[in-house]
């Protein structure tokens, strides 16, 4: 069982270019989430999904767009990227509201120069 | 949002000591959840509290809920350095379907 897959690890952008994170489960989850953890900090939800086809908005949307046109996938994208948006990234899931933890990938390292 | 605060933000201590991080709120949870995360890896589930007053222990680790059901504790005894890591208290299982947000987080060093 592979859990929670990100892809890609590690990636360098310039400001203004494009992206998209893929988080991918084979766990049959239905909830999903997109975390950002800046150096030293916590983690802030960027957006959520409930279910194939639904997202939300978390703390921290802005600069960001998400999909889930599949309910093992949850993508994450940034259309124009900035320096504001380095940071590692971490997606989760969990089996909808039940005694289950959230279970995390280990995470996309962006850099934007 | 049900808002978590934690503290301390930072601890450095030395191998064999004892310490306590906290987590509080505003509000009443139902429940709340404890992770911790290592350095490189995503946060995993060290425990769920749900009673008023409940008390868990994890081998070194005891876990406390409030009476009030809004504030947790963590105690860590003869603190070793593979208790180092980011300790992240969270809403329980019934938060999931919403805004499910973490609090700050206390970042622990063990020194050897």
């Known amino acids: 069982n592979a859990g929670v897959t990100q892809t890609p690890k590690f990636r360098v952008l310039k400001t203004g270019q494009s992206m998209t994170l893929l988080c991918a489960q084979d766990?049959?989850?239905?909830?999903m989430y997109w975390y950002r953890q800046d150096p030293g900090m916590g983690l802030r939800l960027i957006h959520y999904?409930?279910?194939?086809?639904?997202?939300a908005k978390g703390e921290v949307p802005d600069g960001y767009n998400v999909s889930r046109l599949k309910k093992q996938n949850f993508l994450l994208g940034l259309e124009s990227a900035a320096p504001s948006q380095t940071s590692v990234y971490f997606c989760?899931?969990?089996?909808?509201?039940?005694?289950?933890?959230?279970?995390f990938g280990n995470g996309t390292r962006l850099t934007v120069t | 949002t049900q808002l978590l605060e934690q503290s301390p933000q930072f601890l450095s201590i030395q191998e064999g000591e004892n310490l306590t991080v906290y987590c509080n709120s505003s509000?009443?949870?139902?429940?709340l959840q404890w992770y911790r995360q290592e350095p490189g890896e995503g946060p995993v589930l060290l425990v769920t509290?749900?009673?008023?007053?409940e008390v868990k222990k994890l081998k070194r680790l005891t876990f406390q809920f409030g009476d009030a059901r809004k504030d947790s504790s963590l105690h860590i005894t003869a603190a070793q350095p593979g208790d180092t890591g980011l300790y992240l208290c969270?809403?329980?299982?019934?938060?999931?379907?919403?805004?499910?947000?973490f609090g700050p987080g206390t970042r622990l060093s063990v020194l050897p």
């Open positions: 509290v749900v009673t008023g007053g």
């Open positions: 969270a809403p329980g299982p019934d938060n999931y379907g919403q805004n499910f947000v």
């Open positions: 999904s409930v279910g194939e086809g639904t997202t």
């Open positions: 989760a899931s969990v089996a909808g509201v039940s005694n289950s933890p959230l279970h």
């Open positions: 766990m049959n989850h239905e909830y």
């Open positions: 509000s009443v949870f139902s429940s």
